[in-house]
């Protein structure tokens, strides 16, 4: 089932279904900086399987288009970006601010690729 998120856009407030990746079940080098810097010695990334992360199936725009799902740009590939960057220069897709709400009040705020018919 996919989270819904409060999104801010156009001086508006507007609920969205986030596309979630799915796992292919293979575990995969992590990418993250602590594996070759020796001054840090914790990864946020793998934790808490230490230098390995499960590898996750590339985004399907097209999937989350026809589910009605924004995708988070957090987590994109290089390539995946790219893609998405030029949906929004041609597709009618839409890069929109989402703020989340989190325990003790803090705020946390990420983008979003949105279609326009979600909004």
């Not at 156009?10 to 979630?20: A, D, N, R, V």
């Not at 840090?40 to 288009?65: Q, S, V, Y």
């Not at 009605?68 to 041609?90: I, R």
Request: aromatic share 6%; net charge neutral; glycine share 10%.
């Amino acid at each position: 089932m996919a989270k819904t998120r409060t999104a801010t856009a156009y001086g508006g407030t507007l609920k969205l279904k986030l596309y979630e990746r799915k796992k292919t079940g293979k575990l995969v080098p992590c990418p993250g900086e602590a594996h070759s810097n020796p001054h840090i010695d914790n990864c946020m990334l793998c934790m808490p399987r230490w230098g390995e992360i499960e590898e996750r199936a590339p985004i399907d725009f097209g999937e989350a288009r026809l589910l009605g799902q924004a995708v988070p740009f957090s987590g994109m590939s290089h390539q995946e970006h790219d893609v998405a960057q030029a949906l929004t220069k041609s597709d009618g897709a839409l890069q929109l601010m989402v703020e989340e709400k989190l325990r003790g009040g803090n705020l946390a705020s990420y983008y979003v690729l949105a279609w326009k018919e979600l909004l």
